[in-house]
Structures are given as C-alpha cells and as structure tokens.
C-alpha cells in the first residue's frame, strides 16, 4: 500500500503541474488512483509466479519499467477517438462492416480474435502474466494502427471506428480482469513504448 500511495502522490503532483491541464480536482484524483493502483497491480501481475517480486517505487513511477500508464491512456486514447468522431457507435454496429485491407489493420484484427483464447490459457495455467502480455501486444499494435491508418475524415472511416470500438472493448476487458480501472481522459506521460521494448 505504501507504493500506491507514493505513486498517487506523484502521479496527482503532474496532474497539478499541468500534465492534467483543464481537469477538474475530482477528475485528476481518480485518475491519480486509477494509475497509483494499476501500476502497483500490473507490476506484480505481469511477473511469473514462479518469479520473486521485488517493489519499486521509482522504478514503477517509469512507464518503461511499468506499461500500466501507457496501456491505460492507450485504452483513453480509443474511446477518445470514437468520441471525437461524432460518430453513433452502436449504430454503426448495427449497419456498419468491418474491412481489414491494411497490413496494420489485419495484424490488430488478428490479435484480437485471440482474446478468449487466452483468457482461456490465462485461467488454465493460473498465470495472469499471459493476460498482461496478450493486453500489452494489442496496445501495441493500436499504437501502430494509429501511426499508419487514419481514422475519422478516412474513406475507411466507419470500418476503421469499428476497429476502434473493437480494441476497446477487448482492452477494457483485459484491464476489468487484471483489476485495473480504466481512466476516462489520455494521460500521455512520458512517450509510448518503443518497438525495441516490446519486440513483437
């Protein structure tokens, strides 16, 4: 518990600094406990079981020893996107079709079909580590998906929405099982990962 109150502390001190320009104190104090406890969690569950735990504080307060800030503002980001597009989401769900043509866009696609699989194997070798990896891929190759495909004002606009809405539900799930909440604005701290981090 020490941990997460240090790292609310610090994460509550940049929201005041002006990382959380234009937030309300109710807003920056949830999303000083939303990160102060999902970094403290992601940190022990993304460690094998069979792997000694050692706490850090300053090292968790590092969002490239600790992705649980970068994959929360990720998750943000895309509902963020949906958002902005003015876009009725539950109706496009209803008339829209999904089209996979771009290399970025088949890749996420892909990866998220796998989600019950591995919630499946998470459960089976009681190693919640597997969900941690499986979430950290998918924010991943969102990050990408954004860097080469655009959403709103695209041709492929609607399928690219339903892409969105897709990763989003998917990560929110990871993140509900993991116990992590998810925050409602991007809090982009520091840069997102990079693909040497990640190696996927």
């Not at 080469?148 to 539900?169: D, F, K, M, N, P």
Request: hydrophobic share 40%; aromatic share 8%; charged share 25%.
């Amino acid at each position: 518990m020490e941990d997460y109150y240090e790292l609310h502390d610090r994460y509550l001190r940049l929201g005041l600094l002006g990382l959380g320009e234009n937030w309300t104190n109710k807003e920056l104090e949830q999303t000083a406990e939303a990160l102060g406890f999902g970094a403290v969690k992601y940190a022990s569950l993304e460690n094998n079981l069979l792997t000694d735990y050692l706490s850090d504080c300053d090292r968790l307060f590092i969002d490239e020893d600790n992705p649980a800030v970068d994959l929360l503002s990720e998750h943000a980001r895309i509902c963020s996107i949906i958002k902005k597009s003015g876009k009725d989401i539950e109706e496009l769900k209803k008339t829209g079709k999904l089209e996979l043509n771009h290399p970025a866009e088949c890749r996420l696609g892909l990866h998220l079909l796998q989600f019950a699989e591995i919630v499946e194997d998470a459960c089976t070798k009681l190693s919640p580590s597997v969900l941690c990896e499986y979430l950290d891929k998918i924010s991943y190759d969102f990050f990408i998906f954004d860097l080469c495909c655009q959403v709103v004002g695209s041709a492929e606009e609607i399928s690219r929405l339903l892409l969105c809405e897709a990763t989003a539900i998917v990560m929110g799930k990871c993140l509900h099982l993991l116990g992590l909440t998810p925050i409602k604005r991007n809090l982009r701290l520091i840069p997102p990962p990079s693909m040497t981090r990640k190696g996927f």
